[in-house]
């Protein structure tokens, strides 16, 4: 999460949709004032600007919109640029469930992915609910749930979709590839065709808004 009264925008960061690279290459051109939330190394040293902020939800790198409630009251987020990136489902479940495996931390879904492959992990009851219950809307969205978004930037489609964030900058930004757990767009071509249709009804709502398609 990145807010930049500054430049009167605020990123929210989906996890698995390359929002590090995005961060990273926005705190580039951070003012003095940006308030960060994340991994990178301007938003841990910022970290302390944010210690006693009182908020509706939890401090970190993917707060949502409804989670910042609080450090950004209603008047202002109707006056910032909100933004954040997508991904593609098939890709973006298969980066997160191996990205998962790699972790340490103790949280179920990271217990569960080293149990399960990737088939019944997508399956798993608790997982399958939350996926399908968190659209990329829900990120941008009040705590009402009015969605917020001033743009989404599919991340298969960047330097198309990404203009009117350039626009509203003043300036364009070129991303760091980095913290993909294997490709932009091929992960999801290696999926069993019964995944990928479980997916695309998992997933249906951004499917379509997105214009995405399954991988063949």
Not at 72 to 90: C, G, K, M, Y
């Amino acid at each position: 999460m990145i807010l930049s009264r500054g430049r009167n925008f605020l990123f929210i960061h989906i996890p698995k949709t390359g929002g590090t690279s995005m961060a990273l290459a926005l705190e580039s051109r951070a003012m003095r004032d940006d308030l960060m939330l994340g991994d990178t190394p301007k938003a841990k040293r910022r970290r302390r600007k944010l210690q006693d902020a009182q908020t509706r939800g939890r401090l970190w790198k993917h707060s949502t919109l409804a989670d910042l409630e609080g450090l950004v009251d209603a008047q202002e987020t109707d006056s910032l640029f909100i933004f954040t990136l997508v991904r593609n489902p098939w890709d973006r479940l298969s980066s997160y469930y191996h990205w998962l495996r790699l972790q340490s931390f103790d949280h179920p879904a990271v217990h569960l992915s080293k149990a399960l492959d990737f088939s019944a992990f997508i399956r798993y009851p608790a997982i399958a609910k939350s996926i399908r219950a968190n659209p990329a809307r829900t990120y941008l969205s009040t705590s009402a749930g009015e969605e917020k978004s001033s743009l989404y930037i599919r991340l298969e489609r960047f330097e198309e979709d990404a203009v009117p964030l350039w626009r509203h900058l003043g300036f364009t930004l070129t991303l760091p590839r980095i913290n993909l757990s294997g490709s932009v767009s091929s992960g999801g071509a290696n999926l069993s065709r019964s995944d990928r249709i479980f997916i695309s009804e998992l997933c249906c709502e951004d499917i379509a808004r997105f214009e995405y398609s399954a991988p063949e």
